[in-house]
C-alpha cells in the first residue's frame, strides 16, 4: 500500500525568509503524480503544485518549488520569500496509476509564518 | 469559472439520523472525488465517481455510499449516524476525460458535519 509520511508537525519561519517542507512516500509503481496543497484556517485545500514522476525537471509556482528525490521517494516543498499569507497547514498528497481518483494525503505540517 | 460547491456548509445531526451532502464540480469536469478528514484520522478517501459510475472506493462502511447524477453533480449518504462522523466532508473535482486519466483535483469549502 502506497504511504505518504510528513515528519514535520509544525514549522516556523520569518516573514521573507525560506523555509523547506519535508514530504516522503512509499510506492512500488514507476509513473505517479505527487501534490502539494495548502489548507489555510478557512480550511479551504488550495492547490500549491504538482509534479509528474516521469519528469525529471522539478516543478516551479512562483515562489513555490520542489526539490523531487524519485530514487529516495521523497518530495519537498521551498517557500521562498515567506509571506503571512502562507500561514496554513500544508499537505503532500500521492497519486498513483491503479488508483486513480485518489489522493493520499499525508499527516501534515502547520506553517507559521511570523512578522 | 465558479469553483467547486458543496451544500450545505455546516450541518448538525444526531446519532442514528442519515445526512446528505451536494457536491457540484467546476464546469466541464466529470469526476468528483469525496473526502473525510478528521483530527485523528487526517484526509482519508471515500470515493470517486466518473460518468455517473463509483470508479474507486476507500475502506469505509456500506453506511457512506454516493451517487453522480448526468451533469456530473454528486452526493453523499451516511445513514445511522454515530458520533466518530463528525468531520470535515471535502469534495474534489478534476477534468478527467477516460476512467483510468489521472487529473489534478480542485477541492471545494467543504461540509462540518456535527453528530451529537
Known amino acids: 500500500a502506497q504511504t505518504v509520511t510528513q515528519s514535520q508537525p509544525e514549522m516556523s519561519v520569518q516573514e521573507a525568509e525560506t523555509v523547506t517542507l519535508s514530504c516522503t512516500y512509499d510506492t512500488s509503481e514507476s509513473n505517479y503524480y505527487l501534490f502539494w496543497y495548502k489548507q489555510p484556517p478557512s480550511r479551504q485545500m488550495i492547490l500549491v503544485i504538482r509534479?509528474?514522476?516521469?519528469?525529471?525537471q522539478n516543478a516551479t509556482e512562483n515562489r513555490f518549488s520542489v526539490n523531487f528525490q524519485k530514487a529516495a521517494k521523497s518530495f519537498s516543498l521551498k517557500i521562498s520569500d515567506s509571506q503571512l499569507g502562507d500561514t496554513a497547514m500544508y499537505f503532500c498528497?500521492?497519486?498513483?496509476?491503479?488508483?486513480?481518483?485518489?489522493?493520499?494525503f499525508g499527516q501534515g505540517t502547520t506553517l507559521q509564518v511570523k512578522p | 469559472k465558479a469553483g467547486v460547491t458543496q451544500t450545505p456548509r455546516y450541518l448538525i445531526k444526531t446519532r442514528g439520523q442519515q445526512v446528505t451532502l451536494s457536491c457540484s464540480p467546476i464546469s466541464g469536469h466529470r469526476s468528483v472525488s469525496w473526502y473525510q478528514q478528521t483530527p485523528g484520522q487526517g484526509l482519508q478517501f471515500l470515493f470517486e465517481?466518473?460518468?455517473?459510475?463509483?470508479?474507486n472506493k476507500g475502506n469505509f462502511p456500506g453506511r457512506f455510499s454516493g451517487r453522480q447524477f448526468s451533469n456530473s453533480r454528486s452526493e453523499m449518504n451516511v445513514s445511522t449516524l454515530e458520533l466518530g462522523d463528525s468531520a470535515l466532508y471535502l469534495c474534489a473535482s478534476s477534468r478527467k476525460t477516460s476512467g483510468r486519466a489521472r487529473e489534478t483535483q480542485y477541492f471545494g469549502p467543504g461540509t462540518r458535519l456535527l453528530v451529537l
Open positions: 465517481y466518473f460518468s455517473e459510475t463509483q470508479r
Open positions: 509534479q509528474e514522476a516521469y519528469k525529471q
Open positions: 498528497a500521492f497519486m498513483g496509476s491503479g488508483n486513480t481518483g485518489k489522493l493520499i
